[in-house]
């Protein structure tokens, strides 16, 4: 089989790459350096190899772009277009994406160690979908007449909040980058977005092909650089009018902190999770340990409602345990452009690195390694999916966030029990029941603190669901018209009526 090269030394033996052709940030609708001058790498963790050097945005470069936000908000035709005319531009968007899947499914790949099959097939399409989704609603936003309990007549208008910051994780470049431009752009706001410096190449195609379907100057900005610089700049900026943030708890606390600090913005911000996937015995065995995988390694592992804390009714524990291993050990690792592959790369060094210590800590502790733990015998940042038995919930592989393919599997008893234990943490995104009995399907979904429920299904995402979460995996939520909300401001308008026959 012979190697494709996109002439940055990028190659594969199964697709084409295309060529690296946005490196620059997207400012008020060119491609420019950064003003210092500085570059950082970009790299692919399939080998550990540099792709290509991106421009490093800092401070002075956010500013640039949100004076580019402010006057396009201010002074530009973006929030005066009728929504319909929002609606065909967007429209437009979403067709150049369908247009360039195959190059965008490759640049996540490269990226990010994303199944490119997947990608191309499932990922890329939705995003337009997406897109299109909130395309329809730009014409639909509208407030509401009030009866007044005395002479006043009175309504609400529902207006664009303003400059937005958008900071999107590396997780899900293209998805997170949609889900929260999309709603924005149906709303009439202007924005600046930082995506993740470990994945910045599909967010500024996205910002090309923006430019494309007619979407005016300094509307939609991409600024690359660190969280450490750019994002903090974004957080702290007293000229952005809300902050939209994907990420982990911890950096979620400075967003909010720096947001407060400064011109006291809103915030929406969606977390990290620890969901339990919990399996009464009443379940077809072989199909939901099918889905407990999926729950836990799709992505790699790289998701944050990773139902990592798999919760087994004890009458089928055993041969559940035995279904799990015979399927991990089938779980196929390995490039990510390979179509008969299931899992591909961690994102980089650091977060490769960091599931290792995770591994090591749960063997330290003294859970039991049922399979995987190992590294693959191959270049890159290649992880075997890991599942660990007798896990106790005070474990530190049982507790935290770990962004990687480990498992941990757990017995219990009774609804009652399970129920406790599954909302034993502090995070809250979601949470997966697998059983038939109508009963417990309802009283244990009413009875978990959790954003999304899903049950005898997981990873079950749509359009026209709600995502969010409870406790400390974070408030405000994506996708859905709920989102479309974070970026409008209600303004009430009353005048007195005189001599009216009613009120």
């Known amino acids: 089989m012979s190697s494709e090269s996109n002439g940055n030394g990028v190659e594969s033996s199964y697709v084409k790459i295309p060529q690296i052709k946005f490196t620059k940030l997207f400012i008020n609708g ?57 609606r065909k531009i967007m429209l437009k968007f979403a067709d150049l994406i369908d247009e360039n899947v195959e190059e965008i499914a490759a640049l996540d790949t490269i990226d990010g160690g994303k199944l490119y099959s997947f990608g191309k097939i499932v990922e890329i399409p939705s995003v337009a979908e997406n897109l299109r989704y909130y395309a329809g609603a730009a014409d639909k936003i509208h407030g509401a007449t009030l009866k007044m309990s005395r002479e006043l007549q009175a309504y609400t208008l529902c207006e664009p ?40 190449l599909s967010a500024l195609y996205y910002a090309h092909l923006a430019k494309l379907a007619g979407l005016p100057d300094g509307v939609l900005n991409v600024v ?3 969280g450490r610089t750019a994002g903090a700049a974004i957080s702290s900026h007293m000229d952005i009018d809300k902050v939209s943030f994907t990420g982990s708890t911890e950096v979620g606390r400075l967003v909010m902190q720096a947001a407060a600090l400064s011109n006291l913005k809103p915030v929406s911000l969606e977390l990290g999770g620890k969901s339990p996937f919990i399996v009464f015995d009443d379940v077809d065995v072989d199909q939901i340990a099918s889905l407990a995988l999926q729950a836990t390694f799709f992505n790699k592992g790289e998701i944050c409602v990773a139902g990592s804390r798999v919760f087994v009714q004890e009458g089928i524990y055993d041969k559940f345990l035995i279904k799990l291993v015979e399927k991990a050990k089938a779980w196929v690792v390995g490039d990510p452009f390979d179509p008969n592959v299931h899992q591909g790369p961690q994102v980089d060094k650091n977060q490769y690195e960091r599931i290792l210590k995770f591994i090591e800590i749960g063997k330290k502790e003294g859970a039991t ?114 989102s479309l909300n974070m970026y409008l401001q209600v303004k009430s308008v009353a005048t007195p009526i005189y001599n009216s026959p009613w009120l």
């Open 224 to 226: 690359t650089g660190y």
């Open 30 to 86: 060119e491609f420019v350096e950064s003003l210092s001058g500085k570059t950082f790498e970009t790299i692919d963790p399939r080998t550990g190899e540099v792709i290509a050097k991106i421009s490093e945005g800092d401070k002075e470069d956010i500013d640039l772009a949100v004076k580019a936000a402010r006057q396009a908000f201010d002074h530009g035709p973006w929030p005066r277009l009728p929504g319909s005319e929002r």
């Open 369 to 482: 390694l049922l399979t995987g733990g190992k590294l693959s015998n191959r270049k890159g940042y290649y992880i075997e999916p890991t599942i660990f038995t007798d896990v106790s919930d005070d474990m530190t592989i049982a507790k935290e966030e770990i962004f990687g393919p480990v498992m941990s599997v757990l017995k219990f008893k009774s609804v009652e029990e399970v129920i406790e234990r599954a909302n034993a943490t502090k995070y809250g995104l979601a949470a997966g029941i697998m059983t038939n009995d109508l009963n417990i399907a309802n009283r244990v979904s009413r009875s978990i603190r959790a954003g999304v429920i899903w049950i005898n299904c997981y990873i079950a995402f749509d359009k026209d669901l709600p995502y969010g979460g409870y406790k400390m995996s974070g408030f405000g939520r994506d996708m859905g018209m709920e």
């Open 161 to 200: 909040i303003g400059v937005v910051g958008h900071i999107i994780p590396w997780n899900f470049p293209s998805q997170m980058f949609v889900m929260k431009v999309g709603p924005a752009l149906a709303a009439g706001c202007t924005m600046v977005v930082k995506p993740a410096e470990q994945t910045p």
